[in-house]
């Protein structure tokens, strides 16, 4: 099965806003409410940031916020900061094929 | 503190064989779902293999056949046998434990694997 569909890039301005987007299918996202969040430094392991479509784990800021809608996931991260410059994964539970991730998003702090 | 630390990882040749390790502190790994997860050089994250609590295994189609999740009890470390390895399985090797609600809370730093002639 694919991977869930994420734009490769998105940037911001600090204090500004992004959204990244996750597309799957009726078959993961559209199905379940498994739906994780993951950042990623170059060289590090990837972090969690949400889980359960929009639950944070402790020590997460609330900058970071998720959603979704139908086969669509999404990552929010409001007041940008110097220190969100990494690569973001969503992740999505699948049923028969387990867990299924998307191929990132490098977000840029301009 | 919760620590895991993957081993094991190295240069092999196609159709050559590799065990990684992950040894697992702060939780006990036979009381959860552990997974493999890696990630190819400049790519996105791919689910591997699932161990559960109850000994259920699951891999991906990809390497379905050719690796082998398991795990030693007593001394608390997960493996991942490898075989038949291929260059596309090139990749940094993560280890992370998976909840009831399919999410990764703890990932190790990872292990590279390079299949090269």
């Known amino acids: 099965q694919s991977a869930l569909t994420q734009p490769p890039s998105a940037s911001g301005s600090p204090g500004q806003s992004v959204t990244i987007s996750c597309t799957g299918t009726s078959s993961d996202i559209g199905r379940y409410n498994y739906v994780s969040w993951y950042q990623q430094y170059p060289g590090k392991a990837p972090k969690l940031l949400i889980y359960?479509?929009?639950y944070r784990p402790s020590g997460v800021p609330d900058r970071f916020s998720g959603s979704k809608s139908d086969t669509t996931a999404s990552l929010t991260v409001s007041g940008l900061q110097a220190e969100d410059e990494a690569d973001y994964y969503c992740?999505?539970?699948?049923?028969?094929?387990?867990?299924?991730f998307g191929g990132g998003t490098k977000v840029t702090v301009l | 503190e919760v620590q895991l630390v993957e081993s094991g990882g190295g240069l092999v040749q196609p159709g050559g064989s590799l065990r990684l390790s992950c040894v697992v502190s702060g939780f006990i790994v036979s009381n959860n779902d552990m997974t493999w997860v890696r990630q190819a050089p400049g790519k996105g994250l791919e689910w591997v293999s699932l161990l559960s609590y109850v000994e259920r295994t699951q891999y991906a189609d990809s390497v379905r056949g050719r690796f082998t999740i398991s795990r030693h009890k007593s001394d608390n470390i997960l493996y991942l046998q490898m075989s038949s390895l291929r260059p596309e399985d090139t990749a940094v090797y993560y280890c992370?434990?998976?909840?009831?609600?399919?999410?990764?809370?703890?990932w190790g730093q990872g292990t590279l694997v390079t299949v090269s002639a």
């Open positions: 992370a434990r998976e909840r009831d609600e399919h999410f990764f809370d703890y």
């Open positions: 992740s999505a539970y699948a049923g028969i094929n387990h867990v299924l």
């Open positions: 359960e479509v929009t």
